[in-house]
């Protein structure tokens, strides 16, 4: 794979990339869809219904994800580590919740589906860190109402955010890399459909085994995030280092030389 170091990378990460962190999966066989109904705890509508149990449901995904022994993982440092390295760049949209890339370093993540971490307010629409447990009775941090606070969360038939932003990204990016993610949930899934017929982009897939879009990738590389995605993070930045060296023989060559005559 030859890139251009200028070149825009965008990663799209699902579920899969922060399984091995100790947080529960939605769609595998034993991920969470399998225990509660998507109906029952993931709508407006079931909001609206029975609003301390979806908020319990998201109190138990939060105190999991502040337990001590969740932690970023290998995959997560690696795509810290090619933000920091890239020259042209590099966006992480996440269909997660958690803040696994952040803790890992990662300073350009869009969380297209939300965050647990943060709450928003129903009265006045205010967007706050939240790190303890919501119910009937939390206050607004910033206009004072009681029992309006519901998680920061995209729950199915409501709209992703940043979805402008990502459409753009994807228009210039000369790679599009998909890590843990089972391509069933749109619009995360027609990400490479989009790279694809703009014509422009490599598009490579990292996942544990091919997810329903593999076929629409150039690249496939399948395994434990932990393993793949740092190895294909050390490719790519062992390229760019390589093009490097060869900038700097050619350089050294013309000094050598002398002035041209």
């Known amino acids: 794979m030859r890139l251009s170091p200028e070149g825009l990378i965008v990663v799209l990460t699902g ?8 947080l529960r999966t939605f769609r595998d066989q034993d991920g969470l869809w399998y225990e509660f109904r998507i109906e029952e705890v993931a709508t407006p509508e079931a909001f609206a219904r029975d609003p301390a149990k979806v908020l319990d449901f998201y109190n138990q995904r939060r105190r999991g ?7 970023p993982n290998a995959a997560h440092l690696a795509l810290a580590r090619l933000e920091r390295s890239w020259p042209g760049g590099v ?5 997660n919740v ?28 205010a967007v706050c860190e939240w790190r303890r447990d919501l119910d009937l009775e939390s206050r607004c941090p910033a206009c004072g109402t009681v ?5 920061h969360i995209v729950w199915f038939g409501e709209i992703p955010f940043h979805l402008e932003d990502i459409e753009e990204a994807l ?8 890590v843990g993610t089972s391509a069933e949930v749109y619009p995360a899934a027609g990400f490479v459909d989009r790279v694809k017929a703009l014509g422009r982009a490599c598009t490579v897939e990292l996942n544990l085994e091919p997810s329903a879009k593999s076929h629409c990738f150039d ?5 434990p995030a932990t393993r793949v995605v740092p190895a294909f993070v050390e490719e790519l930045l062992a390229e ?3 093009s490097r060296e060869q900038q700097g023989s050619a350089v050294r060559d013309r000094r050598s030389r002398g002035p041209d005559r």
């Open 171 to 178: 228009a210039r990016c000369t790679l599009f890399v998909a």
């Open 91 to 95: 966006l992480v949209v996440t269909q």
């Open 147 to 151: 029992g309006r606070m519901r998680p």
């Open 240 to 242: 760019i280092g390589g």
């Open 65 to 71: 994800l502040l337990a001590p022994e969740v932690r």
């Open 98 to 125: 958690d803040d696994l890339h952040e803790r890992a370093g990662s300073r350009r993540v869009l969380h297209m589906h939300g965050e647990l971490l943060k709450a928003r307010c129903l009265a006045c629409g």
């Open 15 to 22: 579920a899969g990339i922060s399984a091995e962190s100790g």
């Open 219 to 223: 690249d496939r590389r399948y395994g």
